[in-house]
């Protein structure tokens, strides 16, 4: 049974404040718990119903546990729907970036994206188009949000997300910067070379003007209807097909 | 100034029972509502604060209009931040579907689509894309959910979107039937002729058996990592780059 305490724990770890402090996430769900078991990250304890025993054959005893019931799960989950299992997962410390480890491939790197179901769903596409990592300006929206966990369906367990002075880290890394923007070369006469940033921009406001200025290549999704801008995770998602569509 | 009533009436129409009593739905911010203004849409009654008025220049003396303070407006909309004003659109009807207006063009079929974000990036990126409609199966989101018409940002008012029963539709229509799903012929390979449907299914579940049995094309966005599976709007709007690339 869950005591109070537990409960006021896990729900303070609904907020950006106490995951700082106690540098624990949230991820929900079996399917997603068994991506964080079986990945990098240390999982601390696991919540569980039932339901969700049969589903969780990675999780060895080495790992705090206790079942509960749904009503109980209830009490702690961020979801308004919540799943079958709760995991409190440590928030690794990503703070020593190697410029050097961005040659010879691509990264994704977001400028102040704010909305956690497009942070949650590039990360997710990320993942799918064989990426390794997204860095993030420190505006962009916390990766270990409830919200953004949930979004990337297991995928955060995989994807490395660092958060960095963006500016410094194009001009040290010295590799191309390949930017989304309305007025630059259509994305399908595009080439992409073999390594750098693909660097997307906030929803309403776009790229940072320094990044702008940054930018070695500039790359346009055509448009063909009357919509006046594309979803930020969309675009990123279109660059990502196409990045690999030539590649 | 609001009446209680103007209050209870337009936060009735957060319901989607009451949207479809009074064929009425929410439309927010001056510059969505003003492409609402711009097309065939007929806009009922627009509640404006004294900072929308500038951008609501399309705004007749022939709709109803009403000047509210930011708290009043605060009282009505469906928004967590609101914006500057929000107007009453009357719900078109479609229900005669003349299945010869879908030859010779494609058009995005959404089947079970649930989550009202996925829907309107979808509708949004259709809008970029240059498509005019989308047919969604009877159990598809509705498109005038104010979350749904929000995620748009304004494209509703240029892709009408139809419900329909989809398996019918596709046996009357005979035109090529597209769908993306897991084993198909990847989509950088794929040739999309000239004509046809492109279905989407759910987020969870994928196709409909009897929508998968009437696929005349299966295609696939090739998988270059591991994530289990892409964001349905993700996928939806990969498959419109690659028909759009390609005509």
């Known amino acids: 049974m869950l005591s109070k305490s537990q409960i006021s724990f896990v729900n303070a770890l609904h907020q950006k404040k106490y995951r700082k402090e106690h540098a624990l996430f949230i991820a929900e769900g079996s399917k997603s718990i068994t991506e964080f078991l079986a990945s990098d990250y240390s999982v601390d304890t696991v919540f569980y119903t039932p339901d969700a025993l049969p589903n969780l054959s990675k999780l060895s005893q080495k790992v705090k546990q206790l079942e509960i019931s749904a009503s109980e799960l209830k009490k702690i989950s961020a979801l308004q ?23 010879k491939k691509f990264t994704i790197m977001l400028d102040g994206v704010q909305d956690p179901g497009n942070m949650g769903t590039i990360i997710r596409t990320a993942d799918w188009f064989g990426f390794s990592e997204i860095v993030c300006s420190q505006d962009t929206v916390e990766a270990y949000n409830p919200k953004v966990v949930q979004a990337t369906m297991g995928s955060l367990a995989r994807i490395k997300v660092y958060y960095a002075n963006l500016e410094e880290l194009v001009e040290q890394a010295a590799i191309p910067v390949l930017g989304a923007v309305l007025d630059g070369t259509s994305v399908y006469e595009s080439s992409f070379g073999k390594e750098g940033f693909i660097v997307l921009g906030n929803e309403g406001n776009g790229l940072s003007p320094t990044l702008q200025r940054a930018l070695t290549k500039r790359i346009t999704i055509p448009r063909f209807g009357k919509a006046e801008s594309l979803n930020v995770a969309i675009s990123a998602a279109i660059l990502c097909s196409e990045l690999r569509r030539k590649s």
Do not use: G, H, Y
């Open 81 to 103: 729907a919540p799943q079958d299992a709760l995991a409190l997962v440590r928030i690794p410390e990503r703070t020593n970036l190697n410029v050097e480890s961005f040659k």
